[in-house]
């Protein structure tokens, strides 16, 4: 059963010592905690041992906490369970326990938090369809100003980033979006020099422009510093210390009011961005692409995901007619990506430049010659076939 479980040794207690010896008054208030916790009360049992300390339970709807104090050695033991099977009750728990240790005030706490069982990650792809994502256990989970974050161990993609309860990358396979996101844009620029990058906090989308030689910046413009900070402490595996690299330049700001006030020309702007949903949708106006393609040089181009061409038909359609009001070439482009369950359209934005004017050929002698090394997913062939759309495909972006 999925849950989590806190237990903790509290020792050296610096409240009044009677608190340890009190079952009765200490009952009254563990109700009142269990109840500003919001988790529900089924019972509660507390025994006093004569001149010594108690021992009780809290019999919740989420399972229990229990208690037991040594007064002889001013400390107590404590255990708070909930179960997270129809709902996550972590949050509740930890402000349960966090209550009775500032009760007791201990010098020393010995805490351990483990996760039970599996847990099973649940994403929509519209309101009718989905997929599901098994992991083992929750690494950590944290609410920042603009979202939440949340780390997954799986056994099918190890890590897992989530943003706001939707998967944003993981160690396995974050290849096969971040090497489609830049590498078709930027093999098919002839020398590229400044790349912009709004959004793209796990460093994934940096690390794969930077493998690019002539690439002199890449500035990263990221509005949660608490992203970055996630991702540079649990997924190296994606980033490979990319912020560390004196090309890279990490912004923490609004990406809108970045474009918007940017005085730099760059080669490739790329959107690394969430869903075109909720505070994100403004990301993907009109007019902000069209600002984009005020910051772009000549040569420059636009990249971004438009969404899944089975799963949100409607999304696509509409973006890619935005585009086509914007920039003189657009060319979107599809493939798989497993972590988000479906076939899924990215874009290619231009006024000159165009990724469909190469041979397989040609694209595989550039990556030779610009020595891009460790890509798993993108070369010449791939980069032919990613632009040949099915026809419904067609139908969608025209």
């Known amino acids: 059963m999925n849950g989590l479980h806190l237990i903790g040794d509290l020792t050296g207690c610096r409240c009044d010592p009677q608190r340890l010896l009190d079952s009765?008054?200490?009952?009254?208030?563990c109700i009142e905690m269990v109840n500003a916790s919001g988790l529900t009360i089924m019972d509660a049992v507390f025994k006093q041992f004569d001149d010594s300390g108690f021992t009780g339970v809290v019999v919740l709807a989420e399972s229990h906490l229990a208690i037991h104090t040594w007064p002889e050695n001013n400390g107590l033991t404590l255990d708070v369970y909930v179960c997270n099977h129809s709902a996550d009750n972590?949050?509740?728990?930890?402000?349960?326990?966090?209550?009775?240790?500032?009760?007791?005030?201990?010098?020393?706490?010995?805490?351990?938090?483990?996760?039970?069982?599996?847990?099973?990650?649940?994403?929509?792809?519209?309101?009718?369809i989905g997929f599901y994502v098994k992991a083992s256990r929750r690494i950590g989970e944290w609410r920042t100003q603009y979202q939440k974050i949340a780390i997954f161990d799986t056994p099918h993609y190890g890590r897992i980033f989530r943003l706001d309860d939707y998967n944003?990358?993981?160690?396995?396979?974050?290849?096969?979006?971040?090497?489609?996101?830049?590498?078709?844009?930027?093999?098919?620029?002839?020398?590229?020099?400044?790349?912009?990058?709004?959004?793209?906090?796990?460093?994934?989308?940096?690390?794969?422009?930077?493998k690019h030689p002539s690439v002199e910046q890449v500035t990263l413009v990221e509005i949660d510093e608490d992203v970055i900070a996630v991702a540079k402490e649990h997924f190296k595996a994606i980033h490979h210390g990319v912020f560390d690299n004196p090309r890279l330049r990490v912004v923490v700001d609004d990406g809108m009011r970045f474009v918007r006030d940017t005085q730099d020309k760059f080669?490739?702007?790329?959107?690394?961005?969430?869903?075109?949903?909720g505070p994100a949708a403004a990301l993907y106006s009109e007019d902000f692409f069209k600002q984009c393609r005020?910051?772009?040089?000549?040569?420059?181009?636009?990249?971004?995901?438009?969404?899944?061409?089975?799963?949100?038909?409607?999304?696509?359609?509409?973006?890619?007619?935005?585009?086509?009001?914007?920039?003189?070439?657009?060319?979107?482009?599809?493939?798989?990506?497993?972590?988000?369950?479906?076939?899924?359209?990215?874009?290619?934005?231009?006024e000159r430049l165009d990724p469909k004017d190469f041979t397989a050929d040609e694209i595989n002698a550039r990556i030779k010659t610009r020595e891009l090394t460790r890509l798993q997913y993108y070369n010449g062939e791939s980069h032919l076939g990613v632009f040949a759309l099915p026809n419904f495909v067609r139908e969608l972006v025209n």
């Open 24 to 29: 009765i008054g200490f009952r009254e208030q």
């Open 90 to 128: 972590s949050a509740k728990a930890q402000q349960l326990f966090d209550a009775v240790v500032e009760y007791f005030q201990p010098v020393e706490i010995s805490r351990h938090a483990i996760d039970r069982g599996e847990h099973m990650l649940i994403e929509p792809l519209n309101a009718s």
């Open 168 to 210: 944003m990358t993981s160690e396995r396979e974050e290849f096969v979006y971040h090497e489609n996101l830049i590498h078709p844009a930027l093999t098919a620029h002839d020398a590229p020099e400044k790349v912009l990058i709004i959004g793209g906090g796990d460093g994934g989308s940096s690390e794969e422009a930077l």
């Open 267 to 277: 080669d490739l702007i790329v959107l690394d961005l969430n869903d075109p949903i």
């Open 294 to 350: 005020k910051a772009l040089t000549p040569e420059g181009a636009l990249t971004l995901h438009i969404g899944s061409p089975t799963a949100q038909p409607e999304r696509v359609a509409a973006l890619a007619q935005r585009l086509n009001r914007v920039f003189r070439i657009v060319r979107p482009y599809t493939l798989y990506i497993p972590l988000y369950g479906a076939l899924w359209a990215l874009t290619v934005c231009s």
